[in-house]
Nanobody, 124 residues
Framework: QVQLVETGGGLVQAGGSLRLSCAAS???????YGWFRQAPGKEREFVAA????????LYADSVKGRFTMSRDNAKNTVYLQMNSLKPEDTAVYYC??????????????????WGQGTQVTVSS
């Protein structure tokens, strides 16, 4: 049984920072871990993804230069450092695992495992 547990969400003022963590347990299939977010009334959207085996992370254009995704293989944990937060970043953020290649890494349907989500609220 695969479990993904996100922590680190909260309330922050615009311009502030938060760091999300996603701890994985159990065996996952696929090479990519990703972060997605879903705001009220909107579809779940891609934020970032990283390969467990190396290479540069992928980012959505809306977060490029502000967010940084990283991994700690020894701890089976991925992180999302979010800087210069904007009110439009407000959403529930989800960690995902199991995408098998670069194409699927940007798509929610490419992932088979999801965390419970953590709320990020950015006030103006």
């Amino acid at each position: 049984q695969v479990q993904l547990v996100e922590t680190g969400g909260g309330l922050v003022q615009a311009g502030g920072s938060l760091r999300l963590s996603c701890a994985a347990s159990g065996r996952t299939f696929g090479n990519y871990y990703g972060w997605f977010r879903q705001a009220p009334g909107k579809e779940r959207e891609f934020v970032a993804a990283i390969s467990w085996s190396g290479g540069n992370p992928l980012y959505a254009d809306s977060v490029k230069g502000r967010f940084t995704m990283s991994r700690d293989n020894a701890k089976n944990t991925v992180y999302l450092q979010m800087n210069s937060l904007k009110p439009e970043d407000t959403a529930v953020y989800y960690c995902a695992a199991g995408a098998t290649n670069l194409i699927f890494a940007r798509e929610a349907r490419g992932y088979g495992y999801w965390g419970q989500g953590t709320q990020v609220t950015v006030s103006s």
